[in-house]
């Protein structure tokens, strides 16, 4: 596989899989950590960064268009409701939780509705979606090594 096509596609997964699209960049990573080709420290970091920044898309979709109809195709009412009140009772601290499936993704959203800082919405979704991926590749390590 050509390298910039694996990052490429490692990158575009991991943003998808942090929108409110369905995606599995987990599966994605560990696909190409068994090649066993890829620089693990590059692979990490491609699939964080891409991950992340799925993460700013949403948070910039709750910013500037909270009450359009798109939005209300994207995220249920159900879904923003339950992501509200989480994000109401833990603040931005409910950030750290954004790697869940289910609740992660809407929470991101609502951190934009809700009009989060910027600067601490990325440090809190980058700890989060970092973390993630660190015990994803300490589980293939300790499986396949």
């Known amino acids: 596989m050509d390298i910039v096509a694996a990052y490429a596609g490692l990158f575009s997964i991991a943003f998808l899989a942090a929108t409110l699209l369905p995606a599995q960049s987990e599966a994605a990573l560990?696909?190409?950590l068994a090649l066993d080709r890829y620089p693990v420290l590059q692979l990490l970091t491609v699939a964080s960064v891409g991950n992340v920044l799925g993460s700013c898309l949403n948070y910039s979709i709750g910013r500037f268009f909270t009450n359009s109809?798109?939005?209300q195709r994207l995220v249920s009412d159900a879904q923003r409701d339950r992501a509200e009140q989480y994000y109401k009772r833990y603040g931005r601290?409910?950030?750290l939780a954004s790697w869940l499936p289910i609740v992660g993704?809407?929470?991101?959203?609502?951190?934009?509705?809700?009009?989060?800082n910027l600067f601490y919405f990325v440090i809190l979704v980058t700890i989060a979606k970092v973390g993630r991926y660190?015990?994803?590749l300490a589980i293939h390590q300790a499986w396949f090594t």
Do not use: F, N, Q, Y
């Open 30 to 32: 560990v696909g190409l």
């Open 69 to 71: 109809k798109w939005m």
């Open 93 to 95: 601290w409910s950030l």
């Open 105 to 116: 993704d809407p929470l991101t959203v609502v951190a934009g509705i809700l009009r989060e």
């Open 134 to 136: 660190i015990v994803v």
